[in-house]
């Protein structure tokens, strides 16, 4: 019963996931917001929407670990297994947006979770405000270099969502809301019964089925975008995520309900958090050496083992 409400948690979530993300972006083009904006904020957004919604049910459901877990796992995943099983069907050029801006907030935003949490072993509401903020800041530093620029990765607003109508979009609204809302609660009660059932902690449950489970969308994607090698894959773009995730998702959870680290669980200050720092920043060194600006089909493989490395020591 535990493995069904998982799964249908997961499905849930998906398509509360995509039928959020329409609504957003039909609603966007309705009050007049340009293609940038929306690929760069509501996209993100409501892509971010599942995360949220389980982090928050299990913030609510006082299983912090849940929350946690969710999170750290799922940027450990971002990198580990999207990054990785990416880089090896096809190589990725980095761009240099990638260094300047997305790396080093990614790395300051994973520090500045990591000295949250190990203060006062609580993320408090302060604390997701300043998070949120610099998420906010960041957006619009990415916004202002894009036009500049005029590189950024708007594909993935599609264009005929303009011409949807208010019933759809509100239509669309309900279904995404009600799917992510069931989908959130069947996954954190499923995954509190698997972890009971298997003789785990929930936060283990947490940082590799839930993890694994809200990254398959952009595994799915990243990995359809590879294979058909129409459009090239931005590094930049694969890894925003992971600062969406600790901003957004944490920063508003803990606005809404302050998330406490369980003195059960000392693995996540321990250990856990150093893998997703050090997920982020060996990504620096990858892209230097030995071919510069590309990662490749064997540093994929790097990442990929390191993470099967993750999964089993999390589990063992």
């Known amino acids: 019963m535990s493995i069904l409400l998982v799964v249908a948690g997961l499905a849930l979530l998906v398509v509360g996931g995509d039928f959020l993300v329409r609504a957003s972006v039909g609603l966007s083009f309705k ?40 999170v750290i796992g799922s940027n450990i995943a971002n990198i580990g297994l999207v990054l ?7 190589p990725l050029v980095v761009d240099r947006e990638f260094y300047k801006l997305n790396w080093p907030m990614m790395m300051l935003i994973s520090f500045a979770l990591y000295f949250c949490l190990n203060n006062d072993k609580v993320l408090t509401a302060l604390e997701g405000v300043i998070l949120f903020v610099a998420l906010v800041i960041f957006l619009i530093i990415l916004i202002r270099n894009s036009r500049r620029t005029l590189t950024a990765n708007v594909d ?28 959130s609660e069947w996954l954190v009660q499923g995954a509190k019964q698997l972890a009971e059932a298997v ?24 990995v359809i975008a590879a294979l058909k090698k ?30 406490a680290v369980n003195p059960d669980t000392p693995e996540i200050l321990s250990t856990n958090i150093f893998w997703m720092i050090a997920f982020a920043a060996v990504l620096i060194p990858l892209m230097i050496l030995p071919k510069r600006f590309e ?3 064997y540093k994929g493989m790097l990442l990929f083992g390191a993470y099967m490395v993750f999964i089993y020591l999390t589990l063992k």
């Open 31 to 70: 009050l007049k917001i340009s293609k940038l904006v929306i690929g760069m904020t509501v996209v993100s957004f409501a892509t971010s929407a599942p995360e949220l919604l389980v982090s928050l049910q299990a913030a609510l459901d006082g299983v912090s670990d849940i929350a946690l877990g969710n």
């Open 84 to 90: 990785g099983i990416t880089a090896m069907i096809s």
């Open 156 to 183: 993935e607003v599609n264009d005929a969502l303009a011409e949807v109508s208010n019933f759809k979009i509100v239509m669309w609204l309900l279904i995404g809301a009600a799917g992510l809302y069931f989908g």
């Open 199 to 222: 003789g785990v902690s929930d936060y283990a449950i947490s940082v590799t089925v839930i993890a694994i489970g809200t990254s398959v969308p952009e595994l799915a994607a990243s």
């Open 230 to 259: 129409e459009k090239a894959i931005s590094l930049g773009n694969l890894i925003g995520s992971n600062i969406f995730n600790i901003a957004s998702v944490l920063g508003l959870t803990a606005i809404i309900k302050p998330i």
């Open 295 to 297: 990662i490749g089909r």
